[in-house]
């Protein structure tokens, strides 16, 4: 499997063996991967599989402990400023100053850049009408809803129109109607050939707004590709999900395992693989057993990292 990007993409970041040591503990393990220009690519998994040291690596912020990491054709260790000047970065937790206006949390920041106070003021209005804030522009940041302070700290990582967009758990604690909302934002930027690169433990949104990723787990990568050619790798195309009363499951002796091409046992469910999920299902019905409640899905990237790891992401 090749960690390489689109060749005929020039690499925007470049990593062979890249490691990451907190004294004796390995936060990131000899991982490798490229990321291409204008490519949107997803590191996904668990908490504490090291997908946040890597940003930070990559953000110039944490030095690279062993291996190789080349970002804009820059070394961290010795072009570190240079690069942070062409990087936007949006952090797990929003780093907003509450006290400034919303325009003004853009203004400000445009003017760390060396940007003339009338060119920040011109890119704060193009971004405030992208992230959907302009009739709060003269508001203060305090009483702002969570997703509405997303889209402002994701408008501010804008403002010096970066090479690269770092992402880190971009709709953690948002609900569901503000996640879409940002999704649609980073479409839209993905669209306009930002090159996009995001930390996530949502499957859906993995497959929303990821060319490409990779799924990493204890420290390491477990696999690397688009959504759909991992689920193609290690998936089937269809999932039945049976949950059975209690103690039910735990007695039914295999009667399932030769419905699929593989069966996962969560503590509440089991889950059966199959190209046809309403066939197992039926099967299951002929063969006497009764489940509490049945649904037939698509498989997703959730059952990619069952497969790869035994375990649940949200474990």
Not at 126 to 146: C, M, T, Y
Not at 171 to 200: F, I, N, S
Request: glycine share 8%; with cysteine.
């Amino acid at each position: 499997m090749s960690p390489s990007a689109d060749s005929d993409r020039p690499s925007l970041i470049h990593a062979r063996g890249l490691t990451k040591r907190f004294g004796s503990f390995t936060a990131v393990d000899a991982i490798d991967f490229d990321v291409a220009e204008g490519e949107s690519f997803g590191f996904l998994g668990p908490n504490g599989a090291g997908k946040t040291s890597t940003m930070r690596m990559i953000g110039c912020v944490s030095p690279v402990t062993e291996g190789t990491l080349r970002v804009l054709d820059l070394d961290p260790a010795t072009d570190g400023a240079r690069i942070r000047g062409r990087l936007g970065v949006v952090p797990q937790q929003d780093t907003l100053d509450t006290e400034l206006s919303v325009r003004d949390n853009l203004v400000i920041y445009g003017r760390y850049f060396g940007m003339r106070r009338a060119e920040a003021g011109r890119r704060a209005s193009e971004l405030l009408e992208f992230a959907q804030l302009s009739e709060r522009a003269n508001d203060k940041v305090e009483p702002l809803s969570g997703g509405m302070k997303r889209r402002l700290t994701i408008a501010r990582a804008l403002i010096n129109e970066p090479s690269i967009l770092l992402l880190d758990e971009p709709t953690t604690g948002l609900d569901p109607q503000a996640r879409h909302l940002l999704w649609e934002r980073l479409y839209r930027l993905k669209q306009q050939g930002v090159t996009l690169v995001l930390t996530t433990h949502y499957m859906d949104e993995a497959e929303q707004l990821c060319d490409r990723l990779v799924v990493m787990d204890k420290a390491k990568i477990a696999a690397e590709g688009s959504p759909r050619e991992l689920i193609e790798r290690y998936s089937t195309r269809e999932v039945a999900e049976l949950r059975f009363p209690v103690g039910v499951q735990e007695g039914l002796d295999g009667q399932l395992d030769d419905l699929g091409e593989r069966i996962e046992r969560l503590p509440d469910r089991l889950l059966v693989y199959s190209d046809d999920g309403e066939a197992v299902v039926a099967a299951a019905h002929e063969r006497g057993l009764r489940p509490q409640t049945v649904l037939v899905r698509r498989s997703s990237l959730e059952d990619v990292f069952l497969r790869l790891t035994g375990r649940s992401l949200v474990d």
